[in-house]
């Protein structure tokens, strides 16, 4: 397939974006040459935004100064401001591809790039702890000891995290299920649609926000139920739909979200819920009683004294043999 046949994307969720409105509207006026580039844009997007303009020219099988002139055509000075207009509209897309590139560009060693990695999730965690607000940490734990079922949600490396809070909660929730399954985004809304008021989702999204996160709140808004937000700052696609909201700093430089930090912040609700839970050491203890046939039993030896003390006969006990002597020494 070539890479700029024509695709969906123009007509579905990149439509919005001006530059591509921009680029539609003038197509038809453009000579044949233009017109092709231009449909090409148009087929692919975000490929025209995030290659070179000999990349592109090879592409489109153009020579670099006719793509220069479909930028002009466009009002724009060259390609470069071209496309640098274009991947605008994908900045939260590109930004960890950016990131990656800048710090690649930098020399480091392997223990260096270990340290500031470390370094960068104690930070993240040091800014999490610092933006903890009292009233939302509160309602957070109300909200999840007054459901009769929580649900949690996340999708892309956010199911993970999901399936590990909901593995966490278990022993302190009547009822504990987790959406991210196999069965996909479809499955986790017939699950949603016989969940009511009653019930709670939690839902966790960070950079970069998976749209099925979104559209599953939506519907679990519809159907009335409380929505626990995790994400990572006010502006995130989560926040308007969410009753609280807790917010995890997870900003890294090599890939797109820290889900450290993340999973620092459901570790830190679980220990919430805990505390705040009727009965939990007793219901820690049903569960360690349920799980211990899967367990490894580590069994410590005993101290030498106690071995002495085995050896020495009890009042009124006959004499024990002699142990054998060690390899190489007579026998007494």
């Known amino acids: 397939m070539h890479p700029f046949e024509p695709s969906a994307d123009w007509a579905g969720r990149f ?5 591509l409105q921009l680029v539609a509207s003038q197509a038809p006026s453009l000579p044949a040459a233009l017109q092709r580039m231009a449909r090409a844009v148009l087929a692919h997007p975000f490929r025209a935004a995030t290659l070179s303009i000999e990349e592109f020219a090879r592409e489109v099988e153009v020579s670099v100064a006719t793509a220069n002139r479909l ?27 950016e990131a990656l590139r ?26 999490t702890l610092q933006a903890l607000q009292s009233p939302a940490c509160e309602a957070a734990v109300e909200l999840i000891l007054g459901a009769e079922q929580v649900l949690s949600l996340g999708w892309g490396s956010s199911a993970f995290l999901a399936g590990l809070l909901q593995h966490e909660l278990e022993p302190y929730c009547a009822l504990a299920g987790c959406l991210a399954q196999a069965g996909g985004p479809s499955h986790a809304a017939r699950q949603l ?21 979104i559209e599953l709140t939506r519907l679990a808004r519809e159907r009335g139920m409380k929505v626990l937000a995790l994400t990572d700052k006010p502006a995130s696609p989560l926040v308007p739909l969410a009753d609280v909201v807790l917010y995890a700093h997870t900003q ?8 450290a930090t993340a999973l620092a912040l459901v570790e830190a609700l679980v220990a919430a819920v805990a505390r705040r839970t009727e009965g939990a050491v007793e ?30 006969p009890a009042p009124g006990e006959a004499p024990r043999s002699n142990p054998p002597p060690p390899l190489g020494e007579p026998a007494p």
Do not use: C, K
């Open 252 to 259: 890294r430089q090599m890939a797109a979200t820290s889900n």
């Open 102 to 127: 800048s710090n690649l560009a930098q020399a480091a060693s392997t223990a260096e790039t270990m340290a500031a990695s470390l370094q960068e999730t104690r930070d993240n965690l040091e800014r």
């Open 15 to 19: 439509a919005g974006l001006p530059v």
């Open 193 to 213: 649609f016989r969940r009511g008021p009653a019930d709670l989702l939690i839902v966790m999204a960070f950079p970069r926000y998976v749209e099925d996160s």
């Open 283 to 312: 219901r820690q203890r049903e569960l360690a009683h349920s799980v211990m046939p899967w367990l490894h039993l580590e069994v410590a030896p005993a101290p030498p004294a106690a071995r002495r003390r085995r050896l020495s």
């Open 71 to 97: 930028a002009r055509a466009l009002g724009f000075a060259g390609y470069p401001q071209f496309r640098a207009e274009l991947a605008r509209g994908f900045e939260s897309i590109l930004a960890p591809v």
